[in-house]
């Protein structure tokens, strides 16, 4: 298939390395939808693709991602307007430095880091197989290494450690990934996850002025979004990854991820407890 002919999915692209990633996906052609909260962000995000890379093909899907309700109604918008749908790149992600908990009653990181993405690679299945050869790309982290797993508190609600609950969230974003890759056996579909570097963005805004200032003052420290993006990228176009599945990522390489995410049970549990908290089921 030519690139012409891609359709592209990415979720959290009005800014930082999902923003970096739509204009360098969109560059190479195809159709593009961005799945965003606000609608002028995400106009912002079509308006400056279309600047940068002349693609026009770019619609907006909006939707919050830390409800539930929402999920499946940018799923079911999803698979109306696209038949076929050759890469889902779940890129969203939040960081709060407080518990707080989502509409539905479930931690706020949880809910929009993992079972999101859960819920929406699972309620596009059936577009996702349709393309002759798509790909499943889910943007993690490093940080899963100090995440821990307590399946008796999956919400966080008795010690919540703003670090570590992000960090068990990107540890089930790998879980994931490696469990859908095992699942997608034998199809036409590949599952692969990415570690992005640390990278100047705005996650971890939302938590206030002095966490603004913070992020601010170490930005210069950090990589550039489009440095974050390049992997996701690669990952989502490049033929050289067409054939790799359930793999780990960190500048274009596949790595080896923490002990833990390799544990085939600690996975299948994690698969259960997403269907029974999502009611999305495989």
Known sequence: MSADERV?????????????????????GGTM??????????????????????????????????????VRRVAADLAARFPRIDVLLNNAGVVNLKYATTPDGIESTFAVNHLA????????????????????????????????????????????????????????????TYELARRLGGSTITANCLHPGAVATRLGQNNGRIATALTKLLAPFFRTPEGGADTAVYLATSPDVGGTTGAYFANRKAIRSSRVSYDDATRQRLWDASEELTGVRW
């Open 117 to 176: 993405y859960f819920m929406l690679t699972l309620l596009l299945r059936e577009p996702l197989e349709a393309a002759p050869a798509a790909r499943v790309v889910n943007v993690a982290s490093d940080a899963h290494k100090f995440g821990r797993l307590d399946f008796q508190d999956l919400d966080n609600a008795r010690r919540y450690r703003a670090m570590r609950v992000y960090g068990q969230s990107k540890l089930c974003n790998i879980l994931f």
């Open 33 to 70: 939808a961005i799945v965003a909260r606000d609608r002028g962000r995400a106009q912002a995000t079509v308006d400056e693709i279309a600047a940068t890379t002349g693609n026009r093909n770019v619609e907006i899907v909006l939707g919050d991602l830390g409800v539930q309700a929402d």
């Open 8 to 28: 592209v999915v990415i979720t959290g692209a009005t800014s930082g390395i999902g923003r970096a990633a739509a204009v360098e996906i969109a560059r190479g």
